[in-house]
C-alpha cells in the first residue's frame, strides 16, 4: 500500500491535480502553507493555502532547504519547477491532500505537520518533536507492547519524519520525487 498525497489548484467546488506522490509528502510541498493554513484545516486531510502566497513562501524557503539538505543537489531546480507550475495556474487557493497520512499516524502527524511548517517559516534549524510512544500487541505473547520513538532534536530530522524522506538517495529521480513529487500538466 502506498501513501499518497496531492497537490490541487482549488476554484470553488472544483479542484484540478497539480501534482502527486506516491510515498512521501514532497520537501518543498512543505513550504506552501503557512501555520495559519495547518491550523485552520484543524486536523482535517486537506491543507488549503492562498496561491501567490504559497508561491512567495515557497520561493524564500529554497536557501533554507538547501542549507538542511545539502545532499539534495536540485532543490533549485526542483523548487522552480513547483513555483512554474504554480504560477501557470491561475487558481487563487491551493490545496494538500494528505488522507493517508493523516490515517497512519492521526496522533502524531498533525502536530509534526505544523512544527515542521513552522520551523519552515521561521528559518529554524533547531525544531524539535516528540513523536508519542505507540502500543502494539506483541505478535507472540499477544500482549501489549509500548515502542518508544527517538527524539526529534533538529529541524532536518523533523521534516525527514513528516514527509517520510530519505536523503541518502542517489537515484536523482526519486531525489526529484521526493522534493516535488511528479507534475502534472
Known amino acids: 500500500m502506498s501513501i499518497r ?7 470553488g467546488a472544483k479542484s484540478k491535480e497539480l501534482a502527486e ?3 512521501w ?18 486536523g482535517t486531510a486537506c491543507v488549503t493555502a492562498d ?21 539534495f543537489r536540485s532543490v533549485r531546480v526542483c523548487a522552480d519547477a513547483l513555483l512554474a507550475l504554480l504560477r501557470r495556474s491561475r487558481t487563487a487557493t491551493i490545496g494538500i491532500e494528505l488522507t493517508d497520512h493523516f490515517a497512519k499516524a492521526p496522533e ?9 511548517v513552522k520551523a519552515i517559516e521561521a528559518n529554524d534549524e533547531k525544531c524539535s518533536f516528540a513523536v508519542p510512544d505507540r502500543q502494539i ?6 500482549k501489549p507492547t ?29 531525489e526529484r520525487d ?5 507534475l502534472l500538466k
Open 51 to 71: 496561491r501567490k502566497e504559497a508561491i512567495d513562501r515557497c520561493a524564500r524557503s529554497v536557501p533554507f532547504l538547501e542549507k538542511l539538505f545539502p545532499e
Open 178 to 182: 521526493q522534493l516535488i513529487g511528479h
Open 108 to 116: 502524531a502527524f498533525p502536530r509534526a505537520l505544523l512544527a515542521s
Open 25 to 42: 509528502i514532497p520537501l518543498c510541498w512543505l513550504t506552501l502553507p503557512c501555520a495559519r493554513d495547518v491550523e485552520r484545516a484543524g
Open 146 to 174: 509500548t515502542v518508544k520513538a527517538p527524539p526529534l532534536k533538529t529541524t532536518r530530522d523533523v521534516l525527514c519524519f513528516t514527509a517520510g524522506l530519505d536523503p541518502a538517495t542517489d537515484d536523482e529521480s526519486i
Open 5 to 11: 498525497a496531492s497537490l490541487f489548484a482549488v476554484s
Open 137 to 142: 500487541v506483541n505478535p507472540f505473547t499477544r
Open 21 to 23: 506522490s506516491k510515498t
